[in-house]
Structures are given as C-alpha cells and as structure tokens.
C-alpha cells in the first residue's frame, strides 16, 4: 500500500499541531506589532491550505481516506475546530474561507451511517454557540453563519440550539442595522423553525407564548425603529435605508409566520394563533401596510383566520364588526395580480366567506 503523504508533504497531525502553534503565537501578538502579525498570519494561511489539501484533495488528485481519517481525528483531539472559531477574527480574509470549506467538509464527512464530527459537536456544544454568538462580531458574521447552518442540517445540533436560552438572540440578530448580517441570521433562524418539522413543532407548541410574543415585536419592528431613532440620525439615506431593512424585517417573518401556521406539523400552533382576536388585528393593520410585499405576506395569514370554520368569539366579533369595510378592502386588495389565478380565487372565496358571516343566534330560553 502506497504511503499516503508524498516525499515533501507533511502529515495531518504535523499539520494541525503547527497551525494550533501558529493561532496560539496570533492569538498573544499585539495588533501593533505588524510585521510578526503578517508573517504568523501568513503561516496560519499555509497551514489551512495544506489541511484543505488533505481534506478536500485538489484538481487532480481525490483526497485519500486514511489522511482524511487521520486529519479528523487529530482535529478531535487537539480541539483545533474551538481554536479556529475563537480566533476567526485573527485570521486573514482567505484564511476565513479555508476554515469555513474545512468546517464545512469534516461536519459532513460520513462513516457509513455516523456522522463523527456531528458526534463531537454534540459532545462540545460551546462550538455551536460560538458561531450562533459570531452574529455579534461583524468581522466573522457570514463565515460563523454558514458554519452554523451547516450544523443545523443536523437534527442533534439544530435541537441544542433550538432549545437553549440562547435561540431567543436571533430576534435580536436579524434585526441588526447590516443588512448582509441580518439576512444571514434570518436564514439561520429559518433554518431552526422550519428543517426539522416534528421537533420544531414540539418546540413551538411547548414555547408558544415566549416565541410568538418575540415574533410579534418582529412583525412591529418597533424596538428596531425605537433604536434607529434615538441615534438622532436624520439623513435621507439614512432615513430611507431604515424603512428598506424595516419593510424587509417585516415581509421576510411575515412570509415565515405564514409557511409555519400553514406546515400541516403545526397543526397545533396555528389552531392556538388563529385563536386570539389580538392576533387577527395584527394581520388586518399589516395588510394596509405600506409595503406591499408585507401586505400580500399578511394577506396568506389572513385567509386562515377567516377560512377557520370553528372561530372563536372574539375572532367572530371583530370579523363581523369590520364585515362590510373588509369585503370592500379585499375587492380593492392588489387587483394588479389578475394575472394569479389561485390568489384571485382565495380573494374571492375570502370575500364570499365574510359577507356569509352571521353572529350565532342566542339559545333558545326553556
């Protein structure tokens, strides 16, 4: 059998040991001392090229199993992977890139039905709030992001997440002021409530009232404009790229709450949502939204409220309450769609549903 690494080629566990070294020595270097940044900087970046090398092969040459076998295990042992994530800001631009395809490539990397390194996370589960926490460093942000949902392909992973304290961070991370960032978490958050279908519907229906009381402040946005505002920034660029990422906040959960109420697993939490009269009113301020993009999002909520043939009372009185100026509003509602035949036929069948509305008569006295 051929040995696996070439004459000048080191093997994996040289390798990582040099690069843990090189971290290390960046990680104590003053930002001030330039010239020794640079040069360890420059050896951490030949460091993860070689490992990409053994891990991902290159153009002409597949990787081989026992170096792939032994490179993962070595980032095991050495828990290079925690060192890497912690000092991600240290190093260079293409340095980032390397640890990402590197992360990504070991966390997927099979050995018949086991997954080891979903295995090792499991067991060092301060990996995955270290990328959740990247959000909070813009320097990292997107490679933390990918890295992290890479990790949430994984059921195990995606539930230690889902069901920590630290999941609630994301309604604050996607509405962070940089727009690349906040999109990124948002995927992230997606990600959480919609892959694993029976475990987010178990998460949802045991956390309903904390999660649903965070999103609506989502679908407000108002502590996001509260925090805009008291920056006392009144440019017009300013101005006008706050409202952008405000109506994108808002259409993008918008767009989110509605793929969750209408997934047939959430059975449970749509019949609790579309229960409550406060709810209902959200959605019919939302549809004279400004955007028009948050209000057809609104729109797809909307419809199951008053599709539900066993609506509460509440829900009931405010539909009939509002009866004529909603079927008024419907028949007005973005008729530039004609063109859609299943949104033209669900505005129709809405308009005939609530002029169909009657308030249930009283029992009869015996």
């Known amino acids: 059998m051929p040995f696996p690494f070439g004459k000048s080629q080191k093997n994996p566990a040289e390798i990582v040991k040099n690069l843990k070294e090189n971290v290390a020595c960046l990680e104590k270097l003053e930002a001030s001392d330039n010239k020794k940044c640079e040069k360890v900087a420059e050896e951490v970046s030949k460091n993860l090229a070689s490992l990409k090398e053994v891990l991902c092969g290159t153009g002409d040459k597949e990787p081989q199993t026992e170096a792939v076998a032994q490179l993962a295990q070595e980032l095991y042992n050495t828990n290079l992977l925690i060192t890497l994530i912690a000092n991600l800001q240290r190093i260079d ?31 060092h589960s301060q990996i995955l709030f270290m990328l959740l926490k990247g959000y909070e460093t813009a320097d990292v942000a997107l490679n933390c992001g990918m890295m992290l949902r890479e990790c949430l392909r994984h059921e195990p992973l995606a539930r230690t997440v889902l069901f920590s304290e630290d999941f609630y961070c994301f309604f604050r991370y996607v509405e962070l002021s940089t727009f690349d960032i906040a999109s990124d978490a948002f995927a992230s958050f997606k990600d959480l409530l919609t ?142 769609r004609s063109e859609d035949e299943q949104f033209c036929d669900e505005k129709n069948y809405l308009m005939k549903q609530i002029r169909d509305l009657k308030r249930p008569a009283p029992p009869e006295e015996v």
């Open 93 to 123: 631009f293409e340095g980032k890139k390397d640890v990402v395809q590197l992360f990504s490539n070991i966390v997927r990397r099979q050995i018949g039905t086991r997954t080891p390194t979903v295995e090792y996370i499991s067991s």
């Open 195 to 336: 892959r694993h279908k029976i475990m987010c519907a178990d998460f949802l229906e045991t956390n309903y009232d904390r999660v649903f009381t965070e999103y609506e402040k989502l679908l407000h946005s108002d502590n996001y404009v509260t925090k805009r505002q008291s920056l006392k920034v009144r440019s017009f660029a300013f101005n006008t790229g706050c409202h952008m990422l405000i109506a994108m906040c808002q259409g993008r959960c918008s767009q989110l709450l509605g793929e969750l109420l209408l997934d047939r697993h959430n059975f449970t939490v749509m019949t609790k949502y579309i229960s409550r009269a406060e709810n209902l009113k959200l959605m019919m301020n939302l549809l004279r939204d400004n955007s028009r993009n948050i209000q057809f999002e609104a729109f797809h909520v909307f419809k199951v409220f008053v599709a539900n043939p066993n609506k509460t009372q509440p829900v009931l009185d405010i539909l009939l309450k509002n009866q004529s100026k909603l079927v008024d509003f419907l028949s007005h509602f973005q008729t530039d």
